[in-house]
C-alpha cells in the first residue's frame, strides 16, 4: 500500500471516530492531558496498522486501540493505586458542564436540578471499578452494541452484559443511597 492509499484509508477509517476515541480515552485515563497522549499513540498505533485493517467495524477497531494504548499508558505511566483515584478535573468539568454546545434551556431552577443530577452521576460512574465503569460507558455514552463492546473489551458478550447489569445496579444503589 502506498503512502497516499495508508494515508486516505487511515482518514476513512478512523478520523471520524476521533471525538469517539478520546471521549473512551478521557473516561478511562481521567484526566483530559492523558487522554490527549493516549488518543495521539493510539492514532499512531492505528496508522501504522492501517494496513492490515480487513474490514468490519471501524468504530469497535479503533476503540480497540485505544482501550489497548490506554491500559498500557496508564501501566508505563502511573504507580498502579493512581489509575483508581478520582480525576478532580473531570469533576469539575462536569459540574461546570463544559464542553457542551447545545444551549441550554428551562429555568433557574430546573437546571440547577439538572447539573446536581448531573454531578451525582458522573460521582457514581467514577466511583465504579474500571471493567463496570468501562463497559457501562461503551454502552451508554459511546453506543456501542454489546457485541462491539465484546470486541473493544475482548471478552465474551454475556461478561459485557453481566459487567453492564452489575454496574447499573451499583450504579442505582449508589444514587439511591445519596438522596
Do not use: H
Amino acid at each position: 500500500m502506498t503512502d497516499e492509499a495508508a494515508r486516505r484509508r487511515f482518514e476513512a477509517v478512523a478520523m471520524p471516530y476521533l471525538d469517539d476515541a478520546y471521549r473512551l480515552a478521557r473516561w478511562l485515563t481521567r484526566s483530559g492531558a492523558d487522554a490527549e497522549d493516549v488518543v495521539q499513540d493510539a492514532f499512531l498505533r492505528a496508522f501504522s496498522a492501517i494496513g492490515g485493517y480487513a474490514g468490519g467495524n471501524p468504530r469497535a477497531w479503533v476503540l480497540t486501540i485505544v482501550r489497548r494504548t490506554a491500559y498500557s499508558w496508564m501501566a508505563k505511566n502511573r504507580p498502579a493505586l493512581l489509575v483508581l483515584t478520582d480525576d478532580l478535573e473531570a469533576v469539575e468539568r462536569a459540574q461546570t458542564g463544559a464542553g457542551s454546545a447545545e444551549p441550554c434551556g428551562g429555568t433557574p431552577e430546573s437546571l440547577l436540578i439538572e447539573a446536581q443530577d448531573g454531578e451525582r452521576l458522573s460521582r457514581a460512574i467514577e466511583a465504579l471499578s474500571p471493567p463496570f465503569r468501562e463497559a457501562l460507558v461503551l454502552r451508554d455514552v459511546q453506543g456501542l452494541s454489546y457485541r462491539e463492546i465484546a470486541e473493544v473489551m475482548e471478552i465474551p458478550v454475556g461478561t459485557v452484559m453481566s459487567r453492564l447489569a452489575r454496574a447499573r445496579g451499583l450504579l442505582a444503589k449508589a444514587l439511591g443511597e445519596e438522596r
